[in-house]
């Protein structure tokens, strides 16, 4: 097994032989024993090889997130978010990774029409990628299509409670399962798509009772976000927790400030380019005496 490294000199990948084994999805799904999980399981995002590399070793799953749209883009949700830019971005990830499982979200419009464009649309992204599962969202309405793809090669993590990709429906980024209807429903909903063969399942912005009910119900890992600490594994967009965003939700909890750091560091930078304080001697190229 190798991943690359990125020679700054020459920006060329040179592949590195690495220690380990990837994480695989019977080995992440067998985290969740007779209903239990001893050692929750750790998810970051990763949208670069770089940051790939440096999460890598600390997560047993990366997602390459369609929140890149956000994130990475600056796009307004994650509707508008193309096939090309989920594969790029997930090549990029398994390059930068050899311990992670690496999970490429499908984006909108790739997967809804039906099982056969999902499968299209799946082995497209596993192909061009190299990774070893995607993500779609929703519940009881994409059973079929989970059921469909897990019978074809194709590893699925489900993803229920808020879907920010239905953000046009549900009409905001508000917290799911507030009356009993809905908190019903994604129960049931978590049920669906883990029967269908979904080896774990993604709980977003629900009440925390609602997180634990969905853990006790199903066999497989719950990844939560803005859930529950009940849930088998967690999961953040690393720029929240990297403190990159001047707004923190409130399910986010900043690790580092990294966006003052930069600031401040271009803030120095700036400086010395106009006082000519950069570049010096060491940073300039002299002929040889
Ligand atoms: O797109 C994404 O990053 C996600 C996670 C927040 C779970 O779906």
């Known amino acids: 097994?190798?991943?690359?490294?990125?020679?700054?000199?020459?920006?060329r990948a040179t592949p590195t032989p690495v220690p380990g084994k990837r994480m695989?999805?019977?080995?992440?799904?067998?985290?969740?024993?007779?209903?239990?999980?001893?050692?929750?399981?750790?998810?970051?995002?990763?949208?670069?090889m770089r940051m790939a590399?440096?999460?890598d070793p600390h997560c047993e799953m990366l997602?390459?997130?369609?929140?890149?749209?956000?994130?990475?883009y600056g796009l307004p949700s994650t509707v508008p978010v193309t096939m090309e830019m989920m594969c790029a971005h997930g090549a990029a990830v398994v390059r930068g990774s050899w311990h992670a499982l690496v999970g490429v979200d499908m984006p909108f419009g790739s997967y809804e029409g039906s099982p056969e464009q999902a499968f299209a649309s799946a082995s497209?992204?596993?192909?061009?990628?190299?990774?070893?599962?995607?993500?779609?969202?929703?519940?009881?309405?994409?059973?079929?299509?989970?059921?469909?793809?897990?019978?074809?090669?194709?590893?699925v993590i489900?993803?229920?409670?808020?879907?920010?990709?239905?953000?046009?429906?549900?009409?905001g980024y508000g917290a799911r399962g507030k009356s009993e209807a809905e908190a019903e429903k994604i129960v049931r909903d978590a049920r669906a798509v883990t029967e269908a063969g979904a080896f774990c399942v993604v709980v977003e912005g629900v009440l925390e009772g609602i997180a634990d009910q969905v853990t006790d119900a199903i066999a497989v890992p719950?990844?939560?976000?803005?859930?529950?600490?009940?849930?088998?594994?967690?999961?953040?967009?690393?720029?929240?927790?990297?403190?990159?965003?001047?707004?923190?939700?409130?399910?986010?909890?900043?690790?580092?400030?990294?966006?003052?750091?930069?600031?401040?560091?271009a803030a120095k930078y700036r400086e010395e380019v106009r006082?000519?304080?950069?570049?010096?001697e060491e940073q300039t190229y002299q002929p040889k005496s």
């Open 24 to 48: 695989t999805v019977p080995a992440i799904r067998a985290r969740k024993k007779d209903g239990a999980t001893g050692e929750p399981l750790v998810m970051l995002t990763a949208y670069t």
């Open 124 to 155: 497209r992204i596993m192909k061009e990628t190299g990774c070893a599962a995607v993500k779609l969202e929703g519940g009881e309405a994409m059973a079929p299509t989970v059921d469909f793809l897990t019978h074809r090669g194709i590893p």
């Open 1 to 11: 097994m190798s991943t690359f490294t990125i020679d700054s000199a020459t920006s």
């Open 158 to 171: 489900g993803h229920v409670g808020l879907t920010p990709q239905a953000v046009n429906v549900l009409g």
């Open 63 to 72: 997602l390459v997130g369609d929140s890149l749209g956000q994130v990475i």
């Open 222 to 265: 719950t990844i939560g976000i803005g859930a529950s600490a009940r849930c088998d594994g967690q999961v953040l967009v690393t720029e929240d927790m990297l403190g990159l965003f001047e707004r923190t939700p409130r399910f986010v909890k900043r690790y580092a400030d990294l966006a003052s750091e930069i600031g401040e560091a």
């Open 53 to 55: 590399q440096l999460l």
């Open 275 to 280: 006082a000519r304080g950069f570049p010096t």
